[in-house]
């Protein structure tokens, strides 16, 4: 598939100033939007995918390809995008559904390509968290990870001043890193997100542990 296509088919252009200030944070791995875009059609079915894409708006489109290079990196707009067409999908009874987008982007990350960053100790994997919040995430938020027992971790997420999550966001980070650890042999993993920017916290903590 690689070289396939002229490199320059997939670079969109450059983004408009943001007048929403989470937009600015991040560049995102295109593996993690394929894996989103691939549990939307596992679960609602490619018809309805294709029809709810048809519906967003012209500049919604254009940060949805015809789908996404894993290894190329998408501006934020394309997080926006996936998420504007997952609540026109979503009904209200899916609560859990950003836990389950982050699921699904780890599993599609470590299944695939990059594999070979899975450990098979979760204390070991929590050492190179933030290797691979830098390879699959270019962003204004920086990622501090501490082991707080034999079976347990805190990550904390600062953000520079003008970028902020959303909820979705958190909820799907949640989902993520649960998701690596249990691929990294932890059980049982549960989490919690303990403290919130959009709370007022100084940054976004998470809690987990497993057996
Ligand atoms: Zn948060």
């Known amino acids: 598939m690689k070289g396939a296509f002229p490199e320059k ?11 929403v200030k989470v937009c600015c944070m991040a560049d995102v791995k295109g593996v993690l939007l394929s894996a989103w875009e691939k549990m939307l059609v596992q679960r609602y079915g490619a018809d309805r995918v ?10 919604e489109r254009r940060y949805l390809p015809l789908f ?5 990196w998408y501006a934020f707009e394309s997080l926006n995008a996936m998420r504007k067409l997952t609540r026109s ?18 599993q599609g990350a470590f299944s ?13 994997q929590i050492g190179k968290f933030s290797q691979i919040t830098d390879f699959f ?8 990870t501490q082991i707080t027992g034999d079976r347990a971790c805190v990550i904390r997420y600062r953000y520079e001043a003008g970028a902020a999550p959303n909820r979705g966001m ?7 890193w649960s998701q690596v650890l249990e691929m990294a042999g932890a059980h049982d ?6 403290k919130c920017i959009l709370n007022g916290a100084d940054s976004c903590e998470f809690t987990f542990d497993w057996r």
């Open 9 to 19: 088919r997939w670079v969109f252009p450059p983004r408009a100033e943001c007048e």
């Open 50 to 59: 294709a029809k709810a894409k048809g519906a967003l708006t012209a500049e």
């Open 68 to 72: 996404f290079l894993d290894s190329n």
């Open 89 to 106: 999908l979503a009904t209200r009874d899916e609560k859990n559904l950003s836990f389950e987008i982050g699921r699904s982007m780890a």
């Open 112 to 124: 695939g390509a990059y594999r070979s960053m899975l450990m098979k100790d979760p204390i070991k």
């Open 137 to 144: 995430f270019r962003e204004a938020r920086t990622l501090e």
């Open 170 to 176: 958190c909820q799907s980070l949640v989902g993520f």
């Open 189 to 194: 993993v549960s989490a919690a997100h303990s």
